[in-house]
Structures are given as structure tokens and as C-alpha cells.
């Protein structure tokens, strides 16, 4: 069981950043191909805790990597991913563990994530940009990070027929 979590984290953080060198290609001339696997693993991952300490040590220590790896803002996303991480808790608590509740979840998440972040660094001025642009990101991150989601969660689908692992959920 740790090791499906720690291939799906090792997997998406490695990802992350790969394919964050291909952002300057459009789908169409408005969307970019924009990953956040390193927060959807988060949502793929959760079913396979029993405990939620563990869970949000998980979700801290891969913010800090997040954050020293790609962003330079220490404790940042260390901090966003915990809270992310909690979120992510309260809407499995509410919702079944199932494909569809989970993309919803993914989305959910993903917009939390991005929202907070676009509020810190506008708030702080780190960085300024309008809120047209931030939606049409936004719209980016949810398309490429939900099917990233159908791809991983139907591959855990067919390994778990193959594999010895289950889900807590």
C-alpha cells in the first residue's frame, strides 16, 4: 500500500515538472496544456490512508518538495497543500469513493488550490495578473489535470485486479 502512494506521489511530482517545459503549447488558441499532478495525486491517494496524520504528513512533506523543487517560495505550498489536504478529507468524508465523485473532488481541489495561491501572491504582490487570465488558466489546470486523474485512477482500477492492494474507502 505505501509504495502505490509513494510511485502515485514520486510519479506526479516528477510529471509536474517535465511537462510544465511544454506550457507554451496550446490546445486551442486560448488553453495551454497546464499540469497539477503533484495535487491531483493528492486527491488519488487519500482512499489509501486509514488515519489522517499520516495523510497530512504526507501532504506537507510533498508541499515542501513542491516548493523547493519548482515555486522558491519556501512553506508556501508546504502550508497550501496541507490545507488542500484537508479539503480533500472533508469531501471524501461526504462523498463515496467512486470515479465521478473523485473527478469532482479533483476539480474541487484544483480550483481551492489555484484560488488560494492567486489570492496570496496578488495580496502579497508577488506576482499581478488580471482575472481574465487567471480563469482561462484555471480552465487549462482542470482539463489537463482531470484527465490525468481518468488515466491514473483506471490504471490503479486494472492493478488492483492484478495486484494485492486495496483503498480504506
Known amino acids: 500500500m505505501i509504495k502505490v502512494r509513494l510511485i502515485i506521489l514520486g510519479l506526479s511530482f516528477y510529471?509536474?515538472?517535465?511537462?510544465?517545459?511544454?506550457?507554451?503549447?496550446?490546445?486551442?488558441?486560448?488553453?495551454?496544456f497546464l499540469p497539477l499532478f503533484t495535487i491531483t495525486s493528492l486527491v488519488l491517494?487519500?482512499?489509501y490512508f486509514t488515519k489522517q496524520k499520516p495523510y497530512l504528513k504526507y501532504c506537507f512533506i510533498l508541499g515542501l518538495f513542491y516548493d523547493v523543487?519548482?515555486?522558491?517560495?519556501?512553506?508556501?505550498?508546504?502550508?497550501?497543500?496541507?490545507?488542500?489536504?484537508?479539503?480533500?478529507?472533508?469531501?471524501?468524508?461526504?462523498?463515496?469513493?467512486?470515479f465521478l465523485n473523485g473527478i469532482l473532488i479533483n476539480?474541487?481541489?484544483?480550483?481551492?488550490?489555484?484560488?488560494?495561491?492567486?489570492?496570496?501572491?496578488t495580496i502579497v504582490?508577488?506576482?499581478?495578473?488580471?482575472?481574465n487570465t487567471f480563469i482561462l488558466m484555471l480552465i487549462s489546470f482542470i482539463?489537463?489535470?482531470?484527465?490525468?486523474?481518468?488515466?491514473?485512477?483506471?490504471?490503479l482500477i486494472l492493478l488492483r485486479r492484478i495486484l494485492p492492494f486495496k483503498s480504506s474507502i
Do not use: M
Open 107 to 121: 476539480i474541487i481541489t484544483i480550483i481551492s488550490y489555484e484560488t488560494i495561491l492567486y489570492l496570496i501572491l
Open 15 to 32: 510529471l509536474d515538472g517535465l511537462l510544465s517545459i511544454y506550457q507554451s503549447y496550446s490546445l486551442f488558441s486560448f488553453l495551454s
Open 143 to 155: 482539463i489537463t489535470n482531470t484527465i490525468y486523474y481518468a488515466i491514473i485512477y483506471l490504471t
Open 45 to 47: 491517494i487519500f482512499p
Open 125 to 131: 504582490q508577488y506576482l499581478s495578473f488580471n482575472l
Open 69 to 98: 523543487a519548482y515555486t522558491n517560495t519556501l512553506l508556501l505550498n508546504a502550508v497550501v497543500f496541507t490545507l488542500i489536504g484537508i479539503l480533500i478529507k472533508c469531501l471524501y468524508f461526504y462523498l463515496n469513493n467512486n
